[in-house]
């Protein structure tokens, strides 16, 4: 068999699997760490010449039941998301576990442990078990790939819906992998003892844990005294793994990030993170992983007494914790236009409420203008209860909700529609960058653009917005700030008045890493630099990370390297410093 390898990363690898296994359709939302998969799935299909579907959907909801309907009707389907992603598709996925399917189905659900890009940490291992789903949990880039193979081929054989749950670390790891000729894969799931031929402790773990525990017993030099069972099927659990269990005096079980493992071995004296070996959130990082196993064999007489008991060697990673390490909070983009938008919302109403949501425009939390951060959607839904809460009590203050325009589509229709039907009284902003940016640069349903690179009917967000019966919409460019501080007054003015619903200000601007260029307009750093005064308030203030405090020469300079040459750092700097250089665009 004439087999080619390529160096993939586990997500392109899973696409890559799905598509050898004859995959017809596919269907996602963005999210991280789930993103690359989809477009994966159209550059393999386009390579090999495979009729294979593909869709950015609106939301997870519409992913999985696209491609469940898909299932249903015979053909070999996917959907993909992130972790929290698969609680929007969660309705329709525990009704239809139960069905019957005339072709397969795989939901890949990547998780986060961290979690590194998502509001909280979720075992999807943990609801597929509940819930009596079949779930696979792969440990390497290359190993992703057959388990999506494997997974495809279990779901058309056994014609139910399976789940493949890569965490982060093996969804964007790298490692060759091979390229079969259609028809010639096969794949035998590699469960089972995988080290060790010992009885005193045996280890358990799946995923990229099982990897980090391999590779640390190694390097320990204890891989022959030291039993490692690596579990890749989570459930239906394999009967081997209560007989490996139950033969050994000590069993330690390392997943991430649930006790789920723990719940299915059948002993109820394992370590794990009921009961504390394990540490109970955060991410399963190599020196965690380390840590935990040192702890366990130094309490463990691995040979009878024939040698000396284990003693952990933490020189080194004494020796790492001095060095210095300051921590860098994450920050919105350099020229990102949703700063400017933030500060302004900021400068009108330093006193209101801002309900907030989930993107990178999340990270207004630094400008001070996100309060709240739920879910997706969530910042619309709440700017109306608290509309509620304060007219109860006679009060009228400034509510200023916030979302991105791909967040819109996905989760906001409904309840704008609510706020308008209602008359809610706040006024929300939707920054719209034209694309998902945090998780990659995919679409909307307003770019016009299919996952495939064909092109679509755009839909605007002003005419849904219209369509709702919002009577108080401007569009503006959110660069220009000042027009943005007085637009916000005057939609609070608005609702003051006889206003019978939300105001809604669209700040459209493309993102700076569509753009690839400077900015035209721009400006002269030297001149903003020879200006400063050495005030501190734009980088107290505006948290843009071109621009730095120099202590020895007591004033602003700029990284060029980073700026953009946006020039909206003019509008906060008091003594109006670089103002005479801005060349107007």
């Given at each position: 068999m004439n087999v080619e390898f390529e160096v993939l990363m586990g997500n392109h690898a899973i696409a890559r699997g799905l598509v050898e296994a004859g995959l017809d359709l596919a269907a996602a939302y963005p999210g991280t760490p789930s993103s690359e998969i989809l477009p994966g799935i159209v550059r393999f299909g386009s390579q090999d010449s495979r009729r294979v579907y593909a869709e950015w959907s609106t939301n997870e909801r519409c992913a999985f039941e696209t491609a469940f309907g898909a299932a249903l009707a015979g053909k070999r389907a996917a959907c993909m998301m992130k972790q929290v992603g698969l609680n929007v598709a969660f309705p329709s996925l525990l009704r239809g576990k139960s069905k019957t399917i005339k072709g397969a189905l795989?939901?890949?659900?990547?998780?986060?442990?961290?979690?590194?890009?998502?509001?909280?940490?979720?075992?999807?291992?943990?609801?597929a078990a509940l819930f009596?789903?079949?779930?696979?949990?792969?440990?390497?880039?290359?190993?992703?790939?057959?388990?999506?193979?494997?997974?495809?081929?279990?779901?058309?054989e056994h014609k139910v819906p399976v789940i493949l749950r890569p965490t982060h670390r093996v969804s964007h790891a790298r490692e060759a992998a091979p390229f079969y000729p259609a028809g010639e894969r096969e794949v035998v799931l590699d469960e089972g003892v995988r080290a060790g031929r010992g009885r005193k402790l045996g280890i358990i773990a799946s995923g990229m844990s099982c990897s980090l525990a391999f590779d640390v017993l190694a390097r320990l030099g204890v891989e022959e005294d030291v039993s490692l069972y690596k579990v890749i099927k989570v459930f239906p659990v394999d009967p081997r793994l209560a007989q490996f269990a139950n033969s050994m005096e000590k069993v330690l079980v390392i997943e991430e990030t649930d006790a789920v493992l723990e719940g299915l071995v059948g002993r109820a004296d394992v370590l794990g993170r009921r009961n504390g070996y394990i540490p109970a959130e955060g991410e399963l990082t190599y020196d965690v992983v380390r840590g935990v196993i040192e702890r366990v064999l130094a309490e463990t007489d691995l040979t009878g007494g024939r040698r000396e008991k284990f003693v952990p060697d933490t020189s080194i990673r004494d020796a790492v914790r001095t060095v210095p390490f300051s921590a860098r909070p994450p920050t919105l983009c350099a020229g990102c236009s949703h700063r400017a938008s933030f500060y302004a919302m900021k400068q009108a109403f330093p006193d209101a409420v801002f309900p907030g949501d989930i993107g990178c425009y999340t990270l207004g939390i630094a400008l001070g203008a996100v309060d709240t951060c739920i879910d997706m959607g969530g910042g619309v839904n709440l700017a109306s209860g608290f509309h509620d809460t304060f007219t109860q009590d006679g009060a009228l203050i400034p509510i200023i909700a916030s979302v991105g325009d791909s967040t819109f589509f996905h989760a906001c229709l409904p309840p704008l529609y609510d706020a308008v039907l209602k008359g809610k009284r706040f006024i929300l902003v939707i920054m719209d960058n034209s694309t998902t940016a945090m998780t990659g640069m995919q679409p909307t349903p307003q770019t016009g653009v299919r996952a495939d690179g064909t092109c679509a009917p755009p839909i605007r967000i002003e005419e849904i917005v219209r369509s709702f019966g919002v009577q108080f919409l401007k569009i503006l460019d959110p660069y220009d700030v000042p027009c943005m501080i007085d637009t916000m007054k005057e939609a609070f003015s608005y609702l003051q008045g006889a206003a019978k619903g939300p105001a809604v200000i669209i700040a459209r601007r493309e993102c700076r890493l569509l753009s690839h260029t400077k900015e035209e307009r721009g400006f002269d750093p030297a001149v903003f630099i020879e200006d400063c005064t050495g005030c501190k308030t734009c980088v107290d203030t505006f948290d843009c990370p071109g621009l730095a405090f120099n202590e020895d020469e007591q004033r602003v300079t700029i990284d060029d390297g980073l700026c953009t040459r946006c020039g909206t750092c003019l509008n906060v700097c008091p003594a109006q410093a670089g103002a005479a250089a801005v060349v107007p665009g």
């Open positions: 795989v939901i890949v659900s990547c998780d986060d442990p961290g979690p590194q890009s998502s509001q909280t940490e979720q075992d999807t291992r943990l609801l009596g789903i079949p779930v696979f949990d792969p440990s390497s880039p290359r190993e992703a790939g057959d388990v999506a193979y494997y997974a495809l081929k279990y779901s058309f």
